[in-house]
């Protein structure tokens, strides 16, 4: 068992003091941060990053629930209204969802996952995070202008002909963070394909490391295409190239194909990488492998793969023909497949477990309940004659939440709680974490239920007043968004007050198998003294056990 | 514990006009409902699987009850399990949805049509008889109607929720959707898809009438010219009789029963003369253009309005002999005074 005391050990959580060096006080200054090459810096800063944008997009989901609490368009004005949601939609999705996990947890985690020192490229890692803050300005500076009223999605001709916002400004800064997630995910492809561990085999990755793989693929594959749409928009507005003007021979449904075949992959950019984070936050407090680990390894690579053959499911009714309309259903109806593997084998995972219930584990459940939910009502969607009737109603709005926020947001939260003590060497406060987890559960589940009865009734997105007989489910939904928020404010003030006085983690605090739990917390610089040598599957927790005894037996 | 009398009544007002399931108004809805209950029947078994499996193990399996976790490396008699029955039963979904779909988006032949045309931020209707509306949209019930929508401005989308159909309703193209009303009333018409500004008020209230009362409102609410008969007017005063006059040495294709028929186009293409194919020959006829015919038309791209389009559309669909035309074009040839028209045509 010479491998394993190659890694390096230091004593046990309970005895722990913090360690003197880590790469959190291995330089002064904030300079040595903003010109960090460390990933595990540049997690932190987009850490912070990311969390500034989701409370301002949070703040605009706030006001548009405000707003829809009486039938009558009496807070705002329509275009008030109508720029509340675009922000709310192009903040969230371009400037939270997208990077969330994999530029946050999966640039800290992956190279030490997989047992190296760094990403491949860590000054193009350092480049992403910049580029995320120029078009952040950018997506900023359309804001303070004034906003953009186009929803997120741009379309024309709405977005070239008919609005005077800052529709350009807007667009510049979604093509900058698109070039910052392309940045991410060709860091992490290069990563996992060359600079493994020796005998880190890809079988013997765990999945959080699979699923991002999977996921960079999707970004790096449908970003351009994203970027190219933008352009594509841009130049209409400006010098009306006519791409998309029936007036000068062009055809407006080219741009919902261009535009979704980003961002429908987008979904699965979002989706995946939560996934990953619930087989490690499943498998680690039931202290069992993962149930199936090449199933659920596979079905992200075929997510990523389907993915990217789904994107006219969002226009069977706009005319696209009925005949490729067949195709697309027929696709999106295979896609939900290795979703649904993925749930059993994680529910599997628990059987003859040992199971505890931290505060990543309630979220890691709130997971799979909700994004059963959110998959099933995807399969409404996929079904063609259903989607007519549910299709641009509050229907599909509940329906893509239940995905991202109640599937990838309970996933993110999942992964910080999970990895805080690796990050920041310190426990979060356990009660108080846990109340925050059934809080945000209940408050998700009022808020969004509710919306898929206002969307069968037909009641439309997008829409600043609505009929009188529809005030009883938006007020609960209203309600359930105040609880909501107080949900996502509690880990905010906890985690920032565990900073200081959070009791000190330890190596392992969770006893979990991946190489980043067998370093010190917080890491060095270097992650690892000496590059670990792997001769065991991931999740494998008789070598973990094997490990531990072997070194009580060193140090007694 | 006494609650005001007031507030109580209030409460009670408002929680009995709410709706939780919309009515089913069309011969579409029960279809549509069908599938919908299905479809909520295997996510609630679905979801109550997985929650009976995280809570069974959950009890189980924690740490007090079962201190020692037992490694189980995975079982692929499980994995085809879980893999083939979600597969089977979204692969009924997806016939049945698509049974539905072609339902839904293929309309019967025998419907009337009606013409729809939305605009920031308004729905206009305009019925051949010469009725029309403006958000606002007046149909028989028992009779299949058909919608023919085409877009002035950006894209929108025709919905009603009670008879569960909607459809997009796109610039410079036109779509159908058809329903059947089965029962009289108002239902809500929507514009679903985002359209700037006022889409929350782009909105409206279809009336579905008896039989009777429906001829009671087409007579009534009658402009007094039917829609070819705008149409046969826009024809003679943008100049069309001049080329298609239907007479053998016309320097345009004749006109006259050209609806519904193969069209042999110079490009080779063989072509089904409906009112799209119409549409496109008058905005863009260099791409149009009849085998035997010089491409001399002009395009009339930006002069027409698309309510001057479907009144064209709608002429050339019901003209059967070129009399008229060359009535027509023999007055404004020869300065002299009009022929009496005959008696205006009863919508």
Excluded at chain 1, 165 to 170: C, E, F, L, N
Excluded at chain 2, 163 to 191: D, L, M, Q
Aim: aromatic share 14%; net charge neutral; hydrophobic share 45%.
């Amino acid at each position: 068992m010479s491998a394993t005391h190659t890694i390096l050990n230091l004593p046990d959580q309970r005895t722990a003091t913090l360690p003197k060096r880590t790469y959190i006080n291995n330089e002064d200054g904030l300079l040595s941060w903003l010109f960090t090459g460390d990933h595990k810096r540049i997690a932190m800063l987009y850490l912070i990053s990311i969390t500034f944008f989701f409370f301002i997009g949070g703040a605009f989901a706030g006001l548009i629930r405000l707003e829809l609490l009486t039938p009558q368009p009496d807070l705002v004005a329509a275009d008030t209204y109508n720029k509340f949601f675009s922000m709310h939609g192009i903040v969230m999705i371009f400037l939270f969802l997208v990077p969330s996990v994999p530029a946050t947890l999966g640039n800290f985690l992956i190279p030490i996952m997989i047992g190296t020192k760094d990403l491949a490229f860590p000054k193009i890692n350092l480049l992403s995070w910049y580029l995320y803050w120029i078009g952040g300005l950018f997506t900023l500076a359309a804001l303070v202008l004034g906003g953009v009223d186009t929803g997120w999605t741009f379309t024309t001709p709405l977005s070239t002909h008919y609005l005077n916002t800052h529709v350009v400004t807007a667009a510049t800064g979604v093509f900058i963070i698109g070039f910052s997630s392309i940045f991410t995910g060709l860091n992490f492809i290069v990563t996992i394909h060359r600079m493994r561990a020796p005998g880190m085999t890809w079988f013997r990755m765990p999945l959080f490391c699979w699923s991002n793989y999977a996921a960079s693929i999707l970004m790096v594959l449908g970003t351009p295409v994203l970027a190219i749409t933008l352009v594509l928009v841009g130049l209409e507005r400006l010098v009306g190239i006519g791409v998309f003007d029936p007036t000068k021979g062009g055809d407006p449904l080219l741009f919902q194909h261009l535009f979704w075949f980003y961002s429908h992959p987008a979904v699965y950019i979002m989706i995946l990488p939560g996934m990953g984070v619930i087989s490690e936050v499943i498998s680690t407090f039931s202290r069992k492998r993962v149930f199936g680990y090449t199933a659920v390894a596979f079905s992200s690579v075929a997510i990523a793969l389907f993915g990217f053959f789904v994107w006219a499911h969002h226009m069977f009714i706009m005319g696209v023909s009925n005949y490729s309309a067949l195709v697309f259903s027929l696709l999106t109806m295979l896609v939900a497949v290795p979703s649904a593997i993925k749930i059993f084998n994680w529910a599997f995972t628990l059987q003859k477990g040992s199971i505890t219930f931290e505060t990543p584990m309630l979220y890691a459940f709130g997971f799979l309940g909700l994004f059963t939910i959110g998959g099933m009502t995807g399969v409404f969607l996929g079904a063609l004659g259903m989607d007519i009737h549910l299709t641009e109603t509050y229907f599909i709005v509940a329906h893509f939440h239940f995905v991202m926020v109640g599937g990838m947001l309970m996933a993110f939260l999942a992964g910080v709680h999970f990895w805080w003590p690796k990050m920041t060497g310190r426990m979060y406060p356990e009660s108080l974490s846990k109340l925050a987890a059934v809080t945000t559960f209940i408050g998700f589940n009022l808020t969004f239920l509710p919306q898929f009865i206002l969307g069968y009734l037909g009641m439309p997105r997008r829409y600043h007043a609505y009929p009188q007989e529809f005030q009883v489910l938006n007020v609960l939904s209203t309600a359930g968004a105040t609880v909501l928020g107080v949900g996502y404010m509690l880990p905010l003030l906890y985690l920032a007050w565990s900073l200081k006085y959070g009791a000190i983690a330890g190596n392992n605090p969770w006893q979990a198998t991946g190489l980043e739990w067998q370093i010190q917390s917080p890491p060095l610089t270097e992650n690892f003294i000496e590059i670990p040598i792997v001769d065991h599957e991931a999740y494998d927790y008789e070598w973990l056990e094997h490990k531990t005894a072997q070194e009580v037996t060193t140090v007694g | 514990m006494h609650i005001s009398p007031v507030l109580w009544q209030f409460l009670v007002k408002w929680l009995n006009a709410s709706a939780l399931f919309p009515r089913e108004a069309s011969t579409m809805a029960p279809y549509a409902d069908a599938l919908y209950f299905f479809l909520l029947l295997i996510t609630v078994v679905g979801l109550t699987l997985v929650g009976a499996l995280i809570f069974g193990f959950s009890i189980r399996y924690r740490k007090e009850k079962h201190p020692v976790a037992i490694q189980v490396e995975g079982s692929t008699l499980l994995e085809a399990t879980w893999t083939i029955i979600p597969l089977a039963l979204f692969l009924i979904v997806f016939v049945w949805g698509a049974l539905l779909y072609f339902r839904i988006y293929n309309p019967p032949t025998n419907s009337m049509n009606i013409y729809v045309v939305g605009k920031q931020w308004m729905w206009k209707a305009e019925h051949p008889g010469g009725q029309h509306e403006i958000n606002a949209l007046h149909v028989p019930i028992g009779r299949n109607v058909q919608l023919t929508m085409i877009s002035q401005d950006v894209f929108h989308s025709f919905s009603i929720p009670d008879f569960r159909v909607k459809r997009e309703v796109i610039p410079g193209r036109y779509s159908t959707v058809w329903f059947n009303a089965t029962t009289p009333g108002t239902y809500h018409i929507f514009c679903t898809q985002y359209c700037g500004t006022n889409h929350s008020v782009m909105i409206g209230e279809v009336t579905a009438l008896s039989p009777d009362d429906y001829e009671k409102w087409t007579a009534q609410s009658t402009s007094g010219m039917s829609l070819a008969q705008n149409g046969e007017r826009l024809f003679a005063s943008m100049g069309c009789n001049a080329c298609h006059s239907g007479s053998a040495a016309a320097r345009g294709p004749n006109l006259a029963g050209v609806y519904g028929s193969k069209l042999q186009l110079t490009s080779g293409a063989q072509v089904l003369v409906n009112d799209a194919y119409l549409r496109d020959a008058i905005l863009n006829p260099s791409q149009h253009l009849t085998a035997g015919y010089a491409p001399i038309m002009p395009t009339y791209q930006g002069q027409i309005s698309e309510d001057g389009l479907i009144d064209l559309v709608e002429y050339i669909k019901s003209m059967q002999s070129n009399y008229r035309v060359q009535q027509t074009l023999t007055t404004s040839e020869s300065n002299q005074a009009a022929p009496t028209t005959p008696e205006v045509v009863k919508p």
